[in-house]
């Protein structure tokens, strides 16, 4: 699986915004986002914005994970998994941050062993994933 870098705007990511499955698109707000997907017979199958130091989280020197979607018919395929491995490579001494707001995102992130901080924004809550151990691979 090749992690390639999109635009929010890109043609590819159509299909997401018609996938009935998914709670909402891409939000309003992608200021000093970076975004990555996966594509999968060159169909984007899982997308994901994220950025340095987000202005919701209070502590500095992290990466957030501001939107990490899958298309429903490819979902349980370990894409979405890849994406945030990606992100924790490029990454490894900086913890991750991002926020929890249904019961799909909370199964999804618990194989991480996440730490919570507490309210994020909205009804969400907001986890860290500490960095990768030096001396452990990735989950």
């Not at 992690?3 to 200021?31: G, H, K, Q």
């Not at 340095?52 to 395929?77: A, Q, Y």
């Not at 945030?84 to 999804?108: G, I, Q």
């Amino acid at each position: 699986m090749e992690v390639i870098s999109i635009t929010p705007s890109s043609p590819l990511c159509r299909e997401f915004e018609n996938d009935e499955m998914l709670n909402y698109a891409w939000i309003s707000d992608l200021t000093g986002c970076s975004f990555n997907g996966i594509l999968s017979n060159g169909e984007l199958a899982a997308r994901m914005a994220w950025q340095l130091d987000p202005s919701w989280c209070n502590e500095k020197g992290v990466v957030g994970i501001v939107s990490l979607e899958t298309l429903h018919r490819f979902r349980r395929m370990g894409f979405a998994q890849v994406l945030v491995d990606y992100v924790r490579e490029r990454f490894p001494d900086s913890p991750v941050v991002f926020e929890v707001n249904t019961p799909w995102a909370y199964h999804f992130w618990q194989r991480y062993n996440p730490v919570s901080l507490g309210r994020g924004r909205g009804h969400s809550t907001l986890f860290k994933l500490i960095p990768f151990d030096k001396n452990r691979e990735a989950i």
